[in-house]
């Protein structure tokens, strides 16, 4: 499970299964997952489907960042499906500022959007988080 908890953000992004279509087809791997979002007097839940090169390419854009931390770097996570979007950038002294959008009923349904700050020593963890997402298998294998 990815877990983002800052004092003004919490996210809870946990597997809950695999899918994976016929041959041939234009996107052939996807995970679910279950989205929870905190903000101080608003939560929100909600399903979404992101592809296993969607996350690989936002962990290899954290680890970048954890190893370098230069000012203006950044990393985002937005898939091809609507529902969530979360995009991070370096700012000077290790400060990361971050903007994010969900949408628990894309493409027509309400949305929020926030703004949240945390500092480096979050990118760990999250790279933690978006392996263990990676590594799901489900138990039942009916996908």
Same mark, same amino acid.
């Given at each position: 499970?990815?877990?983002?908890?800052?004092?003004?953000?919490?996210?809870?992004?946990?597997?809950?299964?695999?899918?994976?279509?016929?041959?041939?087809?234009?996107?052939?791997?996807?995970?679910?997952?279950?989205?929870?979002?905190?903000?101080? =007097?608003?939560?929100?839940? #909600?399903?979404?489907?992101?592809?296993?090169?969607? %996350?690989? /390419?936002?962990? $290899?854009? &954290?680890? *970048?960042?954890?190893?370098?931390?230069?000012?203006?770097?950044?990393?985002?996570?937005?898939?091809?499906?609507?529902?969530?979007?979360?995009?991070?950038?370096?700012?000077?002294?290790?400060?990361?500022?971050?903007?994010?959008?969900?949408?628990?009923?894309?493409?027509? =349904?309400?949305?929020?959007? #926030?703004?949240?700050?945390?500092?480096?020593?979050? %990118?760990? /963890?999250?790279? $933690?988080? &978006?392996? *263990?997402?990676?590594?799901?298998?489900?138990?039942?294998?009916?996908?």
């Amino acid at each position: 499970m990815l877990s983002i908890d800052t004092a003004d953000f919490q996210l809870q992004m946990r597997p809950v299964a695999t899918q994976r279509e016929e041959p041939g087809g234009p996107y052939l791997e996807w995970l679910d997952v279950w989205i929870k979002i905190e903000v101080p =007097g608003i939560q929100a839940e #909600g399903a979404w489907s992101v592809m296993p090169g969607e %996350l690989r /390419g936002f962990l $290899q854009q &954290i680890q *970048s960042m954890h190893a370098q931390l230069r000012p203006g770097q950044h990393a985002e996570l937005a898939g091809v499906e609507a529902g969530f979007n979360l995009r991070v950038e370096v700012l000077d002294r290790g400060a990361i500022i971050g903007d994010w959008r969900f949408q628990p009923s894309p493409p027509d =349904g309400a949305c929020i959007t #926030g703004h949240c700050g945390l500092d480096q020593s979050h %990118l760990p /963890g999250w790279m $933690q988080g &978006i392996e *263990s997402l990676l590594a799901y298998i489900p138990s039942n294998k009916s996908a």
